[in-house]
Nanobody, 125 residues
Framework: VQLQASGGGLAQAGGSLRLSCVAS????????IGWLRQAPGKEREFVGG????????YYADFVKGRFTISGDNAKNTVYLQMSSLKPEDTAVYFC???????????????????WGQGTLVTVSS
């Protein structure tokens, strides 16, 4: 199983970016997919996730109203649309999969089974 995250880059505060996470070697149908991030010198933290079985989405409080997660079954892809970006959103963003998690979206990094390589998001003030 491989997860490929892309779409990171440089944005100004208040701007937007869309990240993509494509899976190969496995479909998401029975998994939960999470977006997590790690800022320099900080621990990896949960941003949001989607429960593929029923489309339930859960966000960390600090991104509610600014970030939106969506999925495309046909493309086996999950997106993270980030708007109203802040300098504190600067981090490496990872997508990760928890296999067989039909009814639960993990929020702790240790709960995920597969990880993408990460994509860097830099937000300038």
């Amino acid at each position: 199983v491989q997860l490929q995250a892309s779409g990171g880059g440089l944005a100004q505060a208040g701007g937007s970016l869309r990240l993509s996470c494509v899976a190969s070697g496995r479909t998401f149908s029975s998994d939960a997919i999470g977006w997590l991030r790690q800022a320099p010198g900080k621990e990896r933290e949960f941003v949001g996730g989607i429960r593929w079985s029923d489309g339930t989405i859960y966000y960390a409080d600090f991104v509610k109203g600014r970030f939106t997660i969506s999925g495309d079954n046909a493309k086996n892809t999950v997106y993270l649309q980030m708007s109203s970006l802040k300098p504190e959103d600067t981090a490496v963003y990872f997508c990760a999969a928890k296999k067989g998690s039909r009814w639960y979206i993990p929020t702790h990094p240790d709960e995920y089974d597969y990880w993408g390589q990460g994509t860097l998001v830099t937000v300038s003030s």
